[in-house]
Structures are given as structure tokens and as C-alpha cells.
């Protein structure tokens, strides 16, 4: 089955820097990668997510790369504000028949202002 | 917010309980997810209704019941539960079984004493 890795698990930025998270997966076959973002009392949310015939996209702050072939894929975030703090999760998964999507771990962002 | 309720958001019981959480979407999706979530682990998968038909039950305890009535409901009933089931459910749906994007619910804060 798939495996994602996160990290890193925590990451404190000051506010106006950027932030990065990256996240690697096992199997090829995932196409899909979404990113969700949590934040305190609120279940995951999907901010960005991307494809696999794509290697890159952006969404006014938030961007996310896939290297197909090293089997990584990353979120960045600039110009960061204190309301992007909370905990970003990373996921891969088939999309075109049904596999569950596998989550990473989770990454705590705290922006400092 | 994000069209997927859940009651109750907080729940304390004994490990002789017995209790039922609640999920409501609002979304006309036809896939529903149970998750747990506990610290420093990924989400875990516990099960899938695709038209209130369980399609997926990973291997989770029988002390975990789920039931979906209708494609907008789903359940989760809680019977002689144990200290480490302690954790934060989530409830999420999505189009269908193959959907990519899951919507969340806020979960349910569960402590089992």
C-alpha cells in the first residue's frame, strides 16, 4: 500500500517569511495529492492540491510542487500571516478508482508575528 | 462551514458506556468516512459507506460499530471502549467512492476514562 512521509513535524516561521513542507510517497500509481489544512477545533480542509501531469501550482500564497520521478511533492507558503498557523497534512492517493487516500503525519506551522 | 456536522463535539465516558456519534452532510455526496485521529499519528481509516453500503472496514475493533441509514447520516456507535480509543473522530464524505476531495467534519473530542 502507499506510505507518505512528512516533515517537517513542526516548523515556526516569523510572520512575512515563507514556510515549506515536504512530504515524499511510495507508489507510483498515486496521481493525486491534496493538502489539507487543520486548524484548532476544526477538521482538515483542503487548501491546494495537485495532479500528477503537473508539476507545479499556485493559489495567491500557497504553491505545491511534484517531482514525479523522485516521488516528492512540497507546499509553500509566502508571506506568511499568523492565521496560517495550524497543522498542514499531506496525502497521495489514486484518483480514478477507488484506493484511499493516505495521509502524512502532519505538520504544526506556528507563525510568529 | 464545510456542509459536514457532527455531534456531539465532546464526549466523556466509561469504559462500560455506551455511546453513539453523529454525522450529517449536507453536501448530496454518496461517500462517508469514519477517521481517527490521535496525536503524532496519521489519520487512520476505520470505515467507508458509498450508498450507505460499507465498502471498507480496516480492521478496526468490533467495539466500534458504524451505521449509515441514508446517504446524508452516518453513526458510530461506542460500546466497552478502552482508555487508548481516546482520540478525535472525524466524519468526512466525498462525491463518491472514488472521490478525491473529502469534506470534513469538525470531529468529536472522545475521552474514555
Known amino acids: 500500500g502507499e506510505n507518505v512521509e512528512q516533515h517537517p513535524s513542526t516548523l515556526s516561521v516569523q510572520e512575512g517569511d515563507s514556510a515549506v513542507i515536504k512530504c515524499t510517497y511510495s507508489?507510483?500509481?498515486?496521481?493525486?495529492f491534496p493538502w489539507y489544512k487543520q486548524e484548532l477545533g476544526k477538521g482538515p480542509q483542503l487548501i491546494i492540491d495537485?495532479?500528477?501531469?503537473?508539476g507545479e501550482k499556485k493559489d495567491q500564497r500557497i504553491a505545491v510542487t511534484l517531482n514525479k520521478t523522485a516521488k516528492h511533492f512540497s507546499l509553500h507558503i509566502t508571506e506568511t500571516q499568523p492565521e496560517d498557523s495550524a497543522v498542514y497534512f499531506c496525502?497521495?492517493?489514486?484518483?480514478?478508482?477507488?484506493?484511499?487516500?493516505?495521509f502524512g503525519i502532519g505538520t504544526k506551522l506556528q507563525v510568529i508575528p | 462551514e464545510t456542509g459536514v456536522t457532527q455531534t456531539p463535539r465532546h464526549l466523556v465516558m466509561g469504559m462500560t458506556n455506551k455511546k453513539s456519534l453523529k454525522c450529517e452532510q449536507h453536501?448530496?455526496?454518496?461517500?462517508m468516512y469514519w477517521y481517527k485521529q490521535s496525536a503524532k499519528k496519521p489519520l487512520e481509516l476505520m470505515f467507508v459507506?458509498?450508498?450507505?453500503?460499507?465498502?471498507e472496514n480496516n480492521s478496526v475493533p468490533s467495539r466500534f460499530s458504524p451505521e449509515c441509514p441514508n446517504s446524508s447520516h452516518l453513526f458510530l456507535h461506542l460500546h466497552t471502549l478502552q482508555p487508548e480509543d481516546s482520540a478525535l473522530y472525524l466524519c468526512?464524505?466525498?462525491?463518491?467512492?472514488?472521490?478525491?476531495?473529502?469534506?470534513f467534519g469538525p470531529g468529536t473530542r472522545l475521552l474514555v476514562l
Open positions: 468526512a464524505s466525498s462525491q463518491d467512492r472514488a472521490g478525491e476531495t473529502q469534506y
Open positions: 507508489d507510483s500509481a498515486s496521481n493525486y
Open positions: 495537485i495532479r500528477s501531469n503537473v
Open positions: 496525502a497521495a492517493t489514486f484518483s480514478g478508482g477507488y484506493q484511499k487516500v493516505t
Open positions: 453536501l448530496g455526496h454518496n461517500a
Open positions: 459507506y458509498s450508498l450507505e453500503e460499507r465498502v
